[in-house]
């Protein structure tokens, strides 16, 4: 069965005071283990650096975190420098509509859990076409050629 999911439009414009920060930072953004974007490496930022590129990532419904990773690449390997768990209902659900556009910051803590820095983000739920189909429209009291509106008014017990 194919699971449902949502498109994330999140754009991670940049880190600042990022210690022991060299430069080639990148980061990556998780929604689950098999699901993830990279951005490039910014090959000049050391401890500030600036990405401002746009990921699309698809997320599971059922997802209560994504995970952003800021890492450092080496000739051998990526080496994990800080990351934050962000939570979903940070950005969809609540009063505000699917496709709003959420500019967001968190601290970012070491592998040991110690501070180290902050990233700047944007994030924006995407509308599906399965998820906001067209709704079904009647005509009010199953007149034909009826143009007329329908008005509903409380009624107390």
């Keep these: 069965m194919e699971k449902p ?8 414009i940049s880190c600042e005071n990022l210690r022991r920060a060299e430069k080639n930072e990148f980061v990556t953004i998780r929604t ?6 990279t951005t490039k490496v910014d090959f000049e ?3 500030y650096p600036f990405w401002d590129e746009k990921l699309y990532v698809n997320m599971p419904v059922y997802v209560k975190f994504i995970t952003v990773e800021v890492q450092f ?8 420098i800080c990351s934050a768990a962000i939570p979903v209902s940070d950005f969809s659900g609540g009063c505000l509509p ?3 556009l959420h500019f967001l910051s968190y601290r970012l803590r070491d592998p040991n859990g110690s501070r180290n820095g902050i990233i700047y983000l944007s994030i924006r739920v995407k ?3 399965q998820q906001y189909r067209q709704p079904y429209l009647d005509t009010p009291g199953g007149v034909k ?3 007329g509106f329908v008005i509903g008014i409380p009624v107390g017990y």
């Design 73 to 80: 690449k080496t000739a051998s390997r990526n080496r994990l």
């Design 127 to 129: 509308q599906s076409q």
């Design 5 to 12: 999911l949502r498109t994330l439009e999140i754009n991670v």
């Design 32 to 37: 689950d283990s098999e699901t993830y974007q």
């Design 98 to 100: 699917e496709n709003y």
């Design 145 to 147: 050629g009826s143009t």
């Design 45 to 47: 930022g050391g401890s």
